[in-house]
C-alpha cells in the first residue's frame, strides 16, 4: 500500500463520519458481493476504526440494510418539484429527476437493486418490496392518480412491474455501458407514457385526473 492510498485521518463532526462510512460502505457494497465486503474493508475505505461502524450502525447487515433503504427511496418531495402543465412533461421531468439521483449515487443504486452474496433474507425482500411499491405510489401520484382510488392495487402491480424494466436499464447504462442516459431517458419516458396514456386506462376503468391531462 502506499502512502497515497493510506487513507488520511481527520476530526469530523459526528453527522459527517457518519455520512462518510455510509458512502464509503455503499461504494464497497456497488462494487463487490456482499459476503466479500467485511466491516475491516469499510472501516479502511473510510479511515476509522472498526468500531466506529458498530457505533454508527452495529453489524454489517445492519449498515447494508441502511444502505438499500436510502438508496431505493423515493421522497413525496420529488413530486412537488415537477411541472404542473402536461402528463408528457411531467414524465420527462420524472424521468430525469429519477437518472439524475441515480447517477448521483450510482454505488448505492446498484448495492440495493442487486443484494448479491447475503442469501435470502426476508429483511432484505421485505425492504425491496416496500421500496417497489413506495416508488409505484410516488410515479401514479406524479401522474395524477390518488391512493383512494379503487383500482390502485391493480395500477400499482402494473407501475411495479415497469420498475423491473428501470432497473435493468440502470444496469445496461451503469453497469454494462451498452446504454447511455440520453438513451435510457428516452425508454423509460416512452413506456411510462405509454403505460399512463393507454395501458392503465385499458386495465382499468381509472383514469389520471383531469387537472393532469
Not at 174 to 196: A, C, I, K, M, N
Amino acid at each position: 500500500m502506499t502512502t497515497e492510498s493510506v487513507p488520511k485521518w481527520r476530526r469530523l463532526e459526528p453527522d459527517e463520519r457518519r455520512e462518510q462510512i455510509f458512502a464509503c460502505a455503499a461504494e464497497l457494497f456497488g462494487a463487490r458481493p456482499y459476503a466479500e465486503v467485511s466491516t475491516s474493508d469499510i472501516a479502511a475505505r473510510a479511515g476509522v476504526a472498526r468500531g466506529l461502524i458498530n457505533h454508527y450502525f452495529g453489524t454489517k447487515r445492519e449498515l447494508y440494510l441502511a444502505v438499500v433503504r436510502r438508496a431505493l427511496n423515493v421522497p413525496y418531495e420529488a413530486i412537488t418539484q415537477l411541472p404542473t402543465s402536461s402528463i408528457e412533461d411531467r414524465v420527462l421531468s420524472a424521468v430525469d429527476w429519477f437518472l439524475d439521483v441515480v447517477g448521483r449515487q450510482e454505488k448505492m443504486w446498484l448495492a440495493a437493486i442487486t443484494p448479491e452474496g447475503i442469501g435470502r433474507d426476508l429483511e432484505v425482500e421485505h425492504i425491496l418490496d416496500e421500496a417497489d411499491r413506495n416508488a409505484a405510489d410516488r410515479v401514479l401520484e406524479a401522474m395524477g392518480y390518488t391512493p383512494d382510488d379503487p383500482h390502485w392495487e391493480q395500477i400499482n402491480a402494473v407501475i411495479r412491474s415497469f420498475g423491473g424494466m428501470v432497473k435493468v436499464a440502470g444496469r445496461e447504462w451503469l453497469v454494462r455501458g451498452t446504454l447511455d442516459r440520453s438513451q435510457v431517458h428516452t425508454l423509460l419516458s416512452q413506456v411510462l407514457l405509454s403505460l399512463v396514456k393507454e395501458i392503465l386506462p385499458r386495465t382499468t376503468a381509472a383514469s389520471p385526473t383531469d387537472s393532469q391531462r
